[in-house]
């Protein structure tokens, strides 16, 4: 199947690690041009870089951090100065590590945390948004595609801030979807469960994980290439007609 995806421009944003990094990979051996953003990783970026330069792709990347509107406004800007236009949004950044393990009950949540993951979550998918769009309009084509979690179905105690932001991102985008879908723009969710990235791999204990996994119909966690598989199709032409909605990459839990 052809993903219509030579020479688009994309934007990848927290991909120096985990998914974020597995998608640029996917969108770059695609033929896609990508961005890849950083907050303090710019090592992991740019080795990112180099990885998808040395396949034969073209990649660059630009710092960008969900907390500071200026740094979001800069991104977009150094990415339409070099090619072009931003075709493709993927908002992957997300300031959560992971669960409090033991759990902690809900009074335990410090305010500042509940602040903090709303305003980065919510206020940095806002401001990029809003600096892309432009773009996509201008040439009424456009896929905006937003990492959630599956975890906003069940809920994770005392991880109250992390789920709501990501709710929130759902309702977020099933709102573009609305707004946007008679400008040639599609916006969809999707919204992996565990996933073995390196912030997973440090924030859960090897007996949690393996009650994980146990718990998915597959019996394991997904990889970062599946859920990137995922991301790639919903971003690409050969979605001519989904959107407003959540794609789960779970192994069904
Ligand atoms: N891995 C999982 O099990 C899992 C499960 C559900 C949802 N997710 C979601 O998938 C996405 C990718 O997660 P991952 O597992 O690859 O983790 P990751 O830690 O590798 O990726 C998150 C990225 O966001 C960046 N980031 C954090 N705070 C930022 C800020 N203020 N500004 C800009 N960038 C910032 C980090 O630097 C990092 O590159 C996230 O949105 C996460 O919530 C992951």
Redesign the pocket.
């Known amino acids: 199947m052809e993903l219509g995806l030579t020479g688009k421009s994309v934007l990848i944003?927290?991909?120096?690690?985990?998914?974020?990094r597995a998608t640029a990979r996917l969108f770059a051996a695609e033929g896609a041009r990508v961005a890849l953003?950083?907050?303090?990783?710019k090592d992991g970026a740019q080795s990112a870089v180099a990885e998808i330069e040395q396949a034969g792709g073209t990649a660059m990347a630009t710092q960008?951090?969900?907390?500071d509107p200026a740094s979001i406004t800069a991104a977009v800007d150094s990415v339409i100065a070099a090619y072009g236009s931003v075709d493709v949004l993927v908002a992957?950044?997300?300031?959560?590590?992971g669960p409090h393990i033991p759990f902690r009950a809900f009074e335990d949540v410090p305010v500042a945390e509940w602040q903090s993951q709303l305003r980065?979550e919510l206020d940095?998918a806002f401001h990029t948004v809003q600096a892309v769009l432009p773009s996509m309009k201008a040439r009424g084509w456009g896929r905006l595609v937003f990492?959630?979690?599956?975890?906003v179905r069940s809920g994770i105690p005392g991880e109250e801030a992390f789920i709501a932001s990501?709710a929130g991102l759902n309702a977020f985008s099933r709102t573009l979807a609305s707004e946007t879908g008679k400008s040639g723009i599609l916006s969809v969710v999707v919204?992996?469960?565990?996933?073995s990235?390196?912030?997973?791999r440090r924030a859960l204990p090897p007996q949690v994980m393996s009650h994980v996994a146990a718990s998915a119909a597959t019996g394991r966690?997904s990889t970062?290439e599946e859920v990137a598989r995922a991301i790639v199709f919903m971003g690409s032409e050969a979605n001519g007609n989904i959107t407003g909605t959540i794609i789960e990459v779970t192994g069904g839990t």
């Open positions: 944003t927290g991909a120096s690690s985990g998914i974020g953003t950083y907050r303090v990783n960008y951090d969900l907390a992957n950044a997300s300031p959560w590590s980065e940095g990492i959630s979690a599956a975890s990501k919204s992996p469960g565990a996933t990235t390196e912030t997973t966690i970062p």
